[in-house]
């Protein structure tokens, strides 16, 4: 089955054609994201009025470019000859929430659009289940040619945990099977994609946070700072983030400013705040892991992008004799992207008729 993914939640416009079969990994056939992020850089955070508008600019574009990509040549996406049968894909799928809701229209109204005159089904996606949903999508460069005889099957097992770690979310969930999920604990304040992204802008580093922290961790000392790492010891399975944030912000005060630092200094501080949250993301993790006997452990979101996180929990898993695999996307696949949300789809698909789909920014897990 080949699906046709569209996300647009929040600065990315993404789509994507995905090539799927039960019990085997999804393979890409492409995955096109553009980005108004260079605009945001300039204000150091996303400004929604402003993505809504770039995104309505590029979403067709894009569109375009992942179907020529998937196929070799160009479509014109107003043709409604597609609708015949020999158009070579069997669904729509596209994230309904949570976001932002002029984002969210962006991509909403134009698969609905598309669904009705190509008649074809279109699935709403929770975007926080496409996340998970990278991790069913293989690592492995296939070539058009090998697709119809790629069934390796090297996805997560059930039961597992999810991390989830993006910008706007941190939650842990478990997962019994496909579409038997059961949300165990999230953040009470800021995500940790979030906290970063803050930080970030305290060290006056620029916009998002996460990757330049990230580089810049690794010349720093973990140890040089001790920041809080606040409920890492509670029996629930919540997260807060908010406290390292003023942390942060007291030590810069406390030097005046951040001009006055060493750049070595700077590292250190990226590097104490990047342990101080992998400390406790993993805590939680491997608690809720044990807890529920799991077979599989899956990062995702923009944060999973982080490779000193993913190291991390490989060498805990090993530390506390997890028979757990640990699963991350391929980085492409942490941010935001349209391959995950039609990956979701396939895995739970459900179709909804066009007249009953509508954007939720609120959306959760039930
Ligand atoms: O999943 P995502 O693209 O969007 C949301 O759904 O929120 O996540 C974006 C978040 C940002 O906060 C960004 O700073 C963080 O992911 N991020 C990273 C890295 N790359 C992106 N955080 C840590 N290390 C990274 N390499
Ligand atoms: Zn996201």
Redesign the pocket.
Known sequence: MKILGIET????TSAAIIEAKENANVTLLSNIVASSLSLHAKTGGIIPEVAAREQIKYIIPVIQQALKEAYGFPFDTIDTSLASDTFPIDAIAVTVGP?LIGSLLVGVETAKTLAYVWKKPLIPVN??LG?IYANWITKKKVSKEEIKAFDTFDTPRFPCIAL??????TDLVLMNNHGNIKWLGGTRDD???????KI?RLLNLP?????I???LAQKGNPKAFHFPRPIIGSDDFDFSFSGLKTAVLREVKKNGSTMNYEPLTINNLCASV?QAITDVLIKKTIKAAQKYNVKSILL??????????KKAFELNARRHNLNAEIFVPQ?SL????AAMIASAAFYNYKEVSVFEVTANPELYFD
């Open positions: 939640s929040c600065d990315e976001g975007h926080l996340h989830i770690v993006s910008g706007g979310h995500a940790a994609g979030e906290a970063l992204d970030g916009y998002p946070g996460g990757p922290i990230e580089q990047q995702c979101g923009g944060v999973a992008a982080n490779q000193a996180l980085k942490c941010t935001d992207n």
